[in-house]
């Protein structure tokens, strides 16, 4: 049985009230929704943006008309809610460093490839909307036709924005 | 190194270049080492992007998910009643926050209980959260007018809310001395992150009236505080 046939059995029984059947949704898809807020905001917002995300989906789950698969559904709603929220409280300010992300970056730089250490804390410096764009593509494998209706841009933006993502990433790394 | 290639690294590696454009890329690339490695260094990172997807959250917050499935899923406002302006509200300040003092006013549990009620206004009815957590629906006169997407402004009932919070902190301040000083702590430092988070959310609904979201990030996080106290104050009548 693969994961889209246990979602599929799971979203029906949750759709009628199963607390149960959820959770198992929830634990199979919590860790990307979890990376996904832990980039687009605050890594101090992240767990509390997490519950509103499997929150809304749970409200949500009668309009889940099974037309694409359930992880996909949830993670656009994921994405979108993300979004809001970020800009709803004011998160585009240019974010600071973590200090508790730094600290598992130098934790974990022994047991992980120096450049994924890197780039982590490269991605965290990255201006808001590069930051988004270079999440949403590179990392979510969102289109840029995709990106530029969820951020409400142009795909032209959202083109530019990727490369200068890019860019930054790859002057941040090498200093 | 040319900025008119550069520009166009990350088209080519995406594979959005037409073929006359990749060619002439193509071409610049056999002859200039600089863009060469450029082309090298961005594959590299955006060959390593996807394996940041996948990260546990910091705690299990299944439990956390569990307990709000059943909320009403949003507070709107009651159109009959008159809308209050957040900013005419007194709003704490976390970094002022008083320091708990005790109060010469004493309370039993029957005024705790009665303290503690909150009402969040559903639609023309009303949902009374009471200290146990049960919700119970109270009927009203008349039905409401149906709400509109610009009214949807929550009006929390704001003087029984902040009466039940003012009177939870007093007797949380009258019994704090049977609590120790690290607990104390943490519910100082939770109840100042609370209002930080609904000082955020009010000024934010200010800039922006009808979003709904924001005023349901508001009754979340007056939801959170009143609990807390409530779990507070428990702790304390389970010591007295």
Redesign the interface.
């Known amino acids: 049985m693969t994961q889209a046939d246990l979602d599929r059995d799971d979203v029906q029984l949750a759709s009628a009230g199963d607390h149960d059947a959820f959770e198992r949704l929830y634990r199979r898809h919590v860790a990307r929704v979890t990376s996904l807020a832990r980039w687009l905001l605050d890594a101090g917002e992240a767990d509390d943006a997490v519950q509103e995300v499997f929150i809304r989906v749970w409200q949500k789950l009668h309009t889940f008309a099974g037309q694409s698969a359930f992880g996909t559904w949830l993670h656009r709603v994921a994405v979108n809610l993300l979004l809001r929220r970020r800009q709803s409280l004011g998160s585009s300010r240019r974010r600071q460093v973590n200090d508790e992300v730094q600290m598992l970056a130098a934790a974990g730089a022994s047991e992980r490839p120096d450049l994924r250490v890197a780039i982590e804390r490269a991605v965290d410096l990255l201006p808001a909307g590069a930051r988004e764009v270079f999440v949403l593509h590179d990392m979510e494998g969102y289109k840029h036709d995709e990106i530029a209706e969820m951020l409400a841009v142009d795909p032209g933006t959202s083109r530019s924005q990727l490369h200068r993502a890019r860019l930054l990433l790859r002057q941040q790394l090498a200093t | 190194m040319s900025d008119r290639f550069?520009?166009q690294?990350?088209?080519y590696i995406d594979g959005?270049l037409d073929d006359l454009s990749r060619a002439r890329l193509e071409s610049h690339l056999a002859e200039c080492l600089d863009c060469t490695r450029?082309v090298a260094?961005?594959r590299?990172?955006?060959a390593?992007?996807?394996?940041?997807?996948?990260?546990?959250?910091?705690?299990d917050?299944?439990n956390?998910?569990?307990r709000?499935?059943d909320?009403p899923?949003v507070v709107p406002i009651n159109p009959s009643r008159p809308a209050v302006q957040p900013s005419s509200r007194p709003v704490a300040q976390p970094s002022s926050r008083p320091p708990m003092q005790p109060s010469r006013h004493r309370f039993g549990w029957r005024e705790l209980i009665a303290a503690s009620i909150v009402m969040a206004a559903v639609g023309g009815g009303a949902v009374w959260v009471a200290l146990d957590g049960t919700v119970r629906e109270v009927p009203t006169a008349a039905a409401p007018a149906p709400i509109t997407a610009e009214q949807q402004n929550v009006e929390f009932a704001d003087r029984e809310y902040d009466a039940a919070i003012q009177d939870l902190e007093l007797l949380l301040a009258r019994g704090q001395n049977r609590l120790d000083s690290a607990t104390i702590r943490t519910i100082e430092q939770s109840l100042s992150k609370i209002d930080e988070a609904i000082t955020?959310?009010r000024a934010?609904v200010q800039r922006?009236p009808a979003?709904a979201?924001?005023s349901r990030?508001i009754a979340a996080n007056m939801r959170r505080k009143l609990n807390l106290l409530r779990v507070a104050t428990q702790a304390i009548a389970a010591r007295t």
């Not at chain 2, 390593?48 to 705690?59: F, I, K, L, N, V």
């Open positions: 550069t520009a690294l990350s088209a959005e450029t260094e961005l590299a990172i955006v390593a992007a996807p394996d940041y997807r996948g990260r546990e959250p910091s705690r917050l299944w956390d998910i569990e709000r499935l909320e899923e955020e959310a934010a922006d979003n979201y924001l990030q």
